[in-house]
């Protein structure tokens, strides 16, 4: 994911590793973060890890989703805490995470035509609708 302004980029690869980049003054990018998730996540085992992730905007809150949930961090500096864990159905993976702007609520479009939205507060999570989104086209 970018951030929205430009100057932060996440990326999940190898199914259980983190990377985060800041643009610097001159234009460069430097790597704040490359972590192995399963040093924070002890639970980390599935290849479909990292299957999305997204920033706030304020670049303080990160999300990630695989493994049957979705995980939230507080980046701080060159540290991540992950700070809640969204179970989800297991037959319904989030392919898709976006968190809001303020970072209070965040959005998953899943694997079988769900959009789930749950509101973030205090470190817990609250489901506040969930949508089927199967049409078809004639």
């Known amino acids: 994911d970018l951030s929205r302004d430009g100057n932060m980029i996440v990326l999940g690869y190898n199914h259980r590793v983190l990377a985060v980049y800041s643009k610097d003054i001159s234009g460069n990018w430097n790597k704040e973060i490359d972590i192995d998730l399963e ?3 002890p639970d980390i085992n599935d290849i ?10 304020d670049k303080t809150k990160i999300a990630i989703s695989g493994n049957g949930k979705i995980y939230l961090f507080e980046k ?29 609520y965040l959005v998953s479009g899943n694997f079988n035509h769900s959009l789930y939205i749950y509101r973030i507060l205090d470190n817990q999570y609250e489901l506040v609708n969930k949508n089927n989104l199967t049409f078809s086209i004639p």
């Open 48 to 57: 479909f890890l990292n299957r999305s992730v997204s920033i706030s905007e």
């Open 39 to 41: 040093t924070i996540i």
């Open 76 to 104: 701080n500096g060159s540290t991540l805490t992950k700070i809640l864990s969204i179970e989800e159905d297991v037959t319904d993976f989030a392919n898709s995470i976006e968190l809001s702007r303020d970072g209070k």
